[in-house]
């Protein structure tokens, strides 16, 4: 059975940036963050998986924004017991679920920081946040880091 255990978490880039546009004081926005994971292995030890679950929104011309952001957070996680594709799976489904509420927290601190009405994420289960997790379709294949 797998076991793992977060034993470190950072923040590898945090930014923001107001995008300068003129618009009507009752114009609503739709903001939708875009979300990426990559899992990695330590190459000088194998129990060793760092997970990057980022956040990010970006403005272009068919969906203007009023800012762009970027959260990337870096989890370390030591893992023993990860033999087979499907113990894979389960540790990056059961990592993104531990990492997405410091994800969560830090959107909207960057957001309040930055002195607009804080940007809060849904409350979801991590485990759910990407398509391929919810259609049970991942199939990590986990590169190796030094």
């Known amino acids: 059975m797998i076991d793992y255990s977060l034993r470190g978490i950072t923040a590898d880039e945090l930014s923001f940036k107001v995008n300068p546009m003129q618009v009507a004081p009752d114009t ?3 903001i939708k963050p875009f979300f ?13 998986n ?31 017991n990860m033999n087979t594709p499907e113990d894979r799976r389960i540790f990056a489904l059961n990592a ?37 997790d919810r259609n049970g379709g991942f199939n990590p294949n986990p590169s190796e880091v030094n």
């Open 96 to 132: 993104t679920e531990t990492m997405y509420p410091y994800l969560r927290a830090t959107v909207s601190s960057l957001t309040s920081a930055s002195f607009i009405n804080p940007l809060n994420l849904p409350v979801i289960s991590g485990a759910t946040l990407f398509p391929e």
């Open 50 to 80: 760092i997970v990057i679950l980022e956040c990010k929104i970006e403005t272009t011309e068919e969906a203007p924004k009023p800012f762009n952001l970027l959260v990337r957070l870096v989890g370390i996680f030591e893992v023993n």
């Open 28 to 30: 609503k926005f739709e």
């Open 36 to 48: 990426s994971r990559r899992i990695q292995t330590a190459k000088e030890n194998p129990k060793i």
